[in-house]
């Protein structure tokens, strides 16, 4: 663990951030030659001031480094830094790449990767999407990263999961304070099957200004990223830019025009990202990977020919009535004009059938799986 201690000194250097960072480490290879460095060779590199280089001569190796090496030394996890060969070849590429990553699993750079990322109060349309599109994407040998939030993350990494694929989650805080919570179970799974990743040190909370930090290492790790439902004003949008500003793809799934929780993946789409309405459609962005031998579409469910069971003629038109976003039980006997105690009926046929999900709420959506 010796060989830690000089990556932990060299972050917490006040006033020498990811950017100077990099430069430091490209010109002296590691953290212990920059201290050794002279005072006229660190002013050589870009960005560096005399300020700046008085504070590397005079840090000291604080009892708070030492502690987290402590730390890390006693936890399941492990440190992968910037000129390890496991750390992420494309995002060393980024301006401001971390100086190094806390890793709960197994970093694989020999899997290309792409971000699927969007909204937490997602619909059950979005939930779908974003699960079957991760599923399609990794049996076709890609692996999925994403933030593990509630929503269209946790949705994407069950996906990736469900279909016994590569996953990596992102965190926007320290590995041993696991955010959100509920997403305990889903945190070791991940690291079965891939890595749960942070920058941040292992007791550090969830703080606001994590999460647009943590977006640029999803976005910087991947070919690409996909906006699967995001409103006018989205963390995942920022990762989206992000992933342009990187010169990476981004990608968006269209939703219904009606659904403020659309705006966002359709502004996008005007913006020039790609549509997607499935993998195929992502690979074909993606000329460098190999192109599979047959068309994959929403495969991820291991349904792709689901025949609906036989409906008797109330049945229909209330099924013909709902869509993916869910609609009050109320607003749908108005519309059919049928009793609340006829709708309720049929509504619950529909669901037996596995046809139709129920929201809270009683809102009613049709089922994707």
Known sequence: MDDILPWFHLKSVPGVGNHLSKRLIKRFDSPQNVFRS???ELLAVEGMTAGRVAAIKRHKISDRVKAERERLADSRFHLVTLTDPAYPQLLRQIPDPPLFLYVYGELDDGVEKIAVVGS????????HAAADLSADLTIL??????GMAIGIDTAAHEGALRAAGKTIAVLGSGLNRIYPPRNRKLFDRIAENGAVVSEFALNSEPEAGHFPMRNRIISGMCLGTVVVEAARKSGSLITARLAAEQNREVFAVPGSVHSFKSVGTHTLIKQGAKLVENAQDILEELPLLPQPTAHVQNCGSNDCSKTLPALDADETRVYGALGPYGVHIDELARKLSLSPARISSLLLQLELKGLVIQ???KFFSISER
């Open 141 to 146: 040998g890609l692996a999925i990263v994403s």
């Open 38 to 40: 002279s005072e006229k």
């Open 359 to 361: 929201s809270p709420g």
């Open 120 to 127: 937490r109060n997602a619909t059950d349309y979005g939930l």
